[in-house]
């Protein structure tokens, strides 16, 4: 009895273990769609109203998309620390600051840290057209994770399920 308990364990213990997998995969495109509306937000605020970027970052803090404000409320509470230090530098540690939270991989991270180069710039048209190029590789890398999701999603939860039978037959 004892082995047929240990065996669904590690039968149970394995599946969840390519689920999660999948589960991380679904996680990164999410957060990736996020930020890309959240880079479209601030691109159309920038071109339209010629807003502040602070002020953009007070706006997205409130979202009510729990990535964005994850992201842009860390963001927000660096700025109103008045330390002197750039937008950029702030942009950039408030992206590792909530990467794991946020659910974004680091190649999604290191692209977004990209755009501090051209965020806060006083030539509108040079911001848009940065967070432009921003945001078709930041599209690259979602569709390329979507890609994996689709293809390696239920590859994960099978080799899951079957690691753990192979592990139950190798112990039995």
Not at 57 to 64: P, T
Not at 74 to 83: E, M, S
């Amino acid at each position: 009895m004892l082995k047929l308990m240990g065996a669904v364990l590690v039968c149970g213990a394995c599946a969840s273990l390519g689920l999660s997998a999948r589960q991380g995969l679904r996680r990164r495109v999410a957060a990736a769609d996020a930020m890309l509306l959240a880079l479209h937000l601030i691109e159309g605020e920038i071109r339209s109203r010629r807003t502040p970027v602070p002020e953009i970052v007070g706006e997205l803090s409130e979202s009510g998309n729990a990535v964005i404000r994850t992201v842009f409320g860390a963001l927000h509470r660096r700025l109103g620390q008045a330390d002197g230090l750039s937008l950029g530098y702030h942009w950039r540690a408030a992206l590792r600051e909530t990467r794991d939270e946020a659910g974004l991989d680091k190649a999604a991270c290191d692209i977004l840290s990209e755009a501090a180069a051209w965020l806060g710039r006083y030539d509108a048209d040079e911001q848009v057209a940065g967070l432009q190029q921003i945001g078709r590789r930041l599209t690259a890398a979602r569709d390329k994770a979507a890609g994996e999701l689709q293809n390696k999603g239920n590859l994960y939860r099978t080799c899951g399920v079957a690691l753990g039978i192979l592990v139950v037959l190798v112990l039995i």
